[in-house]
């Protein structure tokens, strides 16, 4: 194989520290990529143990920003769901890691890029897709779709003896019966006991929320505001100073508005869904901030959007944004185009969302605008008239929509007429 030079996404997990190792074995000279899109680990450690098992170069590439402007934020102006419950937590951070691990390898003159994805899941089309889309000519190393290494390592208990071979340093604490991925977004759990649709999670599973159940008994309330769909403006009442704050960065907007979540339980779901492959799969998600600032977009929508800008945006960009997201296809024409159309359905979504979390369960107090008028508290009153509405004109308007009616009424008539007569006529 010559001394080629690999890209590898590591982690420091035992599956991608075998991968390097293997790799090594194999002859190639690897470079290890690390993205930190906002998941809670020791990136240093991480780093020492790979430059151990041989690593070349090992990159941490800080991606939460980019991850919350350029993925996250747009989710959140199309209202992004698949399968109406879950948020795509996973599937907003796989572009702009692939982008990162692209980079590096660009930046290191390397061959191929190679990853520790399983040959069912999702991730392999989402990463391998977005590399050919961002560098045509790259080589992709799935060792978990080469048979000679999916042969040689059946399960962990191969990983750990090849770990102690080739003197990889391991954690000896007990493996969690599932799988995990963690981000700024969301976390992740699919795979293990989770695979029997009707287990339920054990309590201690859940890393990043409160139980709702034990959540504080007494209820947050904050404030959301939006400008032209974004989230720019956070307030809230810090919960140890009792101080009141203000935060417009977008990381730190995004990060506060997950820690209220968190503490109140806010964002957990249990599903079964069907994967791009072709199978379905059951995951549990917690998804705390994403969840208050959608719900808070949605309802701010309801007073200041056109009914059919809305109706469009929801056919439309709604369902084919997380659909594209879904299925690893954001380096596409297609996703470009659906990109350009969101902010114009945004243009109007601009105001404030007063908001409550507790225990489990977000709720919308009230919601405002300086800057749109599309409702009209006279109008829709039903104390007062209003200068425009005269409820004589609803006549006319029922008269017309009735016609279609009326006469789908008679043809529907008509025929339980013929079909009684011909009742009769067999007695």
């Not at 930190?36 to 990159?59: N, R, S």
């Not at 649709?197 to 959540?215: F, I, N, S």
Request: proline letters at 4%.
């Amino acid at each position: 194989m010559g001394q080629e030079k690999v890209c590898l996404a590591y982690s420091g997990g035992l599956d991608t520290s075998c991968i390097l190792a293997w790799l090594i074995e194999k002859g190639y000279r690897v470079v290890c990529f690390m993205a930190d899109v906002g998941q809670e680990e020791d990136f240093e450690a991480a780093k020492q143990k790979a430059l151990k098992i041989g690593a070349e170069q090992v990159y941490i590439e800080d991606l939460r920003r980019e991850f919350v402007e350029e993925l996250c934020f747009p989710a959140v102006q199309c209202n992004a769901v698949y399968e109406d419950v879950y948020l795509l937590g996973t599937s907003l951070a796989r572009p702009v890691i692939a982008r990162g691990q692209i980079a590096v390898a660009q930046r290191e003159g390397c061959a191929a890029v190679s990853h520790g994805c399983t040959g069912k899941g999702n991730d392999q089309v989402r990463f391998e897709l977005a590399f050919y889309a961002l560098q045509p000519s790259i080589k992709v190393i799935a060792p978990w779709r080469i048979p000679e290494f999916y042969n040689r390592f059946a399960g962990r208990n191969d990983l750990l003896k090849y770990a102690d071979k080739v003197g990889i340093p391991v954690s000896q604490t007990k493996a969690k019966p599932w799988s995990m991925d963690e981000n700024l977004a969301h976390c992740s759990y699919e795979a293990g006991i989770l695979e029997d649709p009707d287990v339920t999670p054990p309590e201690d599973m859940w890393k990043l929320t409160a139980d709702p159940l034990q959540a504080p008994a007494k209820p947050e309330y904050f404030t959301l505001h939006f400008e032209k769909g974004l989230p720019v403006k956070l307030e809230y009442t810090d919960p140890k100073s009792q101080q009141a704050k203000v935060v417009t960065d977008s990381l730190e907007l995004f990060l506060t508005a997950n820690a209220i979540a968190r503490r109140h339980g806010v964002g957990r779901i249990d599903i079964v869904e069907n994967r791009f492959i072709g199978l379905k799969s059951r995951g549990c998600y917690e998804t705390p901030g994403l969840t208050c600032l959608r719900a808070a977009h949605l309802d701010l929508e309801g007073l200041v959007l056109d009914r059919e800008v809305r109706a469009l945006r929801d056919q439309f960009i709604t369902y084919n944004f997380a659909k594209i997201l879904y299925n690893g296809l954001y380096f596409s024409p297609e996703r470009e185009f659906i990109s350009a159309a969101i902010p114009a359905s945004q243009k109007t979504v601009n105001g404030q969302v007063r908001c409550r979390v507790y225990k489990g369960s977000f709720a919308v107090l009230g919601r405002s605008s300086q800057t749109e008028k599309l409702y009209d508290m006279t109008e829709s009153s039903m104390d007062e008239l209003g200068s425009t509405f005269e409820p004589v004109d609803t006549t006319g308007f029922i008269s017309v929509q009735a016609i279609r009616l009326k006469k789908y009424g008679q043809i529907q008539g008509q025929g339980q007429g013929q079909a009684q007569g011909q009742g009769q006529g067999q007695k």
